[in-house]
């Protein structure tokens, strides 16, 4: 019924920056709260940034300062700008949409995942 499609991964150096984008498709009435989590190997997924429907946000402390969410409710889409990048930023990183479709219903939906590599 919902479709999260992100994309914007890829390999930088150290320092760099990448923007990921969650392009949400499919019945939606209205996409609630949304956010972005990582997982890096051997790691537990974890909360990175969240944005709630009215636009604010909250960061893991170890983002704070150098990555921002921002989301387009026109277009259902959620962003992630990244600055100043870590090798320990690398994960994949992956949508969170809490959706209310057509009909009533409020599901959680989930992307793919896309794939931050940092170089040192």
């Known amino acids: 019924q919902v479709q999260l499609v992100e994309s914007g991964g890829g390999l930088v150096q150290a320092g760099g920056s990448l923007t990921l984008s969650c392009a949400a498709s499919?019945?939606?009435?209205?996409?609630?709260?949304m956010a972005w989590y990582r997982q890096a190997p051997g790691k537990q997924r974890e909360r990175v940034a969240f944005i709630s429907s009215d636009g604010s946000t909250n960061y893991v402390d170890s983002v704070k300062g150098r990555f921002t969410i921002s989301r387009d409710n026109a277009k259902n889409t959620l962003y992630l700008q990244m600055n100043s990048l870590k090798p320990e930023d690398t994960a994949a990183y992956y949508c969170y949409a809490d959706v209310s479709l057509w009909g009533g219903q409020r599901r959680d939906y989930w992307g793919q995942g896309t794939q931050v590599t940092v170089s040192s």
């Open positions: 499919g019945s939606i009435f209205r996409t609630n709260a």
